[in-house]
C-alpha cells in the first residue's frame, strides 16, 4: 500500500530539489526491517503507535524485534531469498543495522521501496568511500589514507603520522577491528593483527576476509559528539540536538543532552549532519559521530544510516523520538519536531549490567526521572547491549545525578564508580 503525490518543496531543501512524486505510505501498510536487535525493535514500537505492521528479518527467531513484530522471517542477512520473502510482504523495506549485505539491499530495489538507498548504506559500510564522501562534502577528517599491502601501510604512516589507527575498512563496531600505532615499532605488529584478522569483527560483523583498511591519524579530542538528523523522501530535514558521549572500551557508556559544547559548536555540528544527509540523499534517521579537540576544532568521524545508540535519549526527551522520526520519514511522511523538552541523560545496560539491575529494579525504578529500557535478549553477555536506562530532569546536572544513582546499583566490580 504506497500512493505517490507530488512532493511539495519545504524550507529546508536545497535550491536544486525540484519537486518530484514520492511515495508516501500511510498508516496501516507494513514496514519491513532487515536486523533484529534493539534498533529494529524501538523502531517497530513507534510504527505500532502510528497503526504500522511490522516485518523483520534475522537469523535469530526471538530477536528483539520479532518479539514485536507481525512478521518473522528467520534466515541469514545477506540470504536474497529471504530477503525478497520479506519484501513481498512490505511496502517499505529498511534497515536496523548497517552491515546487512549492499548487495541485497540493491536487488530489492528492483522489486520494493528500499530506504534508506542500497547506495548509502554501501558509503556507511566502507570506512574509505565514507571518509572520501565527507572530504567530497567539504567535512572536516582527521587526515586518513587507505591500506591493502605492507607497502601502503608503511607508506601511509609517513603520510598520517603516529599516532594512528589502523582500522578495517568493513565490519567493524563497538571499536571492533581496529588497532593503535604509536610508532614505527608497532608497525609490524599491526600488520600481523591485520593480515590475521580480515574484516570479520564478531557476531555483527559480516565475516569477509578481504583485507581492505583505514590508516586515520589520532584526533586529540577533548570530547566525544553526535547528532541525529531525519530526512524524508522530499528533502525535507529535521536535525536533532548535539549529545556528548562517553565511550568506555570502545562500547558507548554515556550519552548527555545538551552536550556541554559552545552554542557554536553545536549548531556547526548540526549543519554538518544536515548537509550529510542532503549530499547522500539519503531517506530516514542518520546518525553522525564527531571529534571536539580543545581548540573547538570539529572532525566528523562516521555515520549510520539508522536510528543510533546516543539517540535514544530522543523517546523520552523529544517532541519525536528518533524512531518515529525514521518510520515518518521512510514513509514519506513530515518531519516531526526535534525539540528537546527536558535535559536528559542516557547510560546502556551492558550484559554484566543485568544482574545488578534485576536485583536493584525496586530502588532503580525509584530514581528521579528514570526510564528502563529491556530489549528481551535471552543471553547477557559481556559487554552485550541488553537495555538502557534514561534519566530526564530540569537540568544536565540534575539527570546526570539521576545517572550516577543507577550507576551505583547496576555498576559491575570492574566498572568505574564515576557514571561520566
Ligand atoms: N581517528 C581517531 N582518533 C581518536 N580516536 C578515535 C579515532 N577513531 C576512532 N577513535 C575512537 O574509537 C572509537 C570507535 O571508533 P569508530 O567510532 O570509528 O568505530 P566503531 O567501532 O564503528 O564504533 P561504533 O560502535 O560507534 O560504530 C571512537 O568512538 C573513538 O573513541
Ligand atoms: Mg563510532
Known sequence: MSVDVPATSSPSSPPSDRPRPVSIVPPGATIGILGGGQLGRMTALAARHMGYRVATLDPVPDAPCAQVADHRFTAHLDDAIAARRLAAVCDVVTYEFENVAAPVAAALEEAALVRPSSRVLAVSQDRVREKETFAALGLPVAPFRPVTSWPELEASVGVVGYPCLLKTATGGYDGKGQRWLHGPDDLSTAWEWATSHGSGCGDRGKGESARRFILEARVPFVRELSVIVARNPQG????????????RRGILHVSIVPARVSAGVASRAQEFAVRLAHGLDAVGVLGLELFLTGDEVLYVNEFAPRPH?????????????????HVRTVCGLPVGSTALLRPAVMVNLLGQHMSRMQASLGRLLRVEGVHLHVYGKSEARRDRKMGHVTIIAESVEEALEGAQQVWDLVRAPDDPPHVA
Open 309 to 325: 545508540n546516543s539517540g535514544h535519549y530522543t523517546i523520552e526527551a523529544c517532541v519525536t523520538s528518533q524512531f518515529q522520526q
Open 236 to 247: 525535507e530535514t529535521a536535525v536533532y540536538p548535539v549529545a556528548e558521549n562517553i565511550h
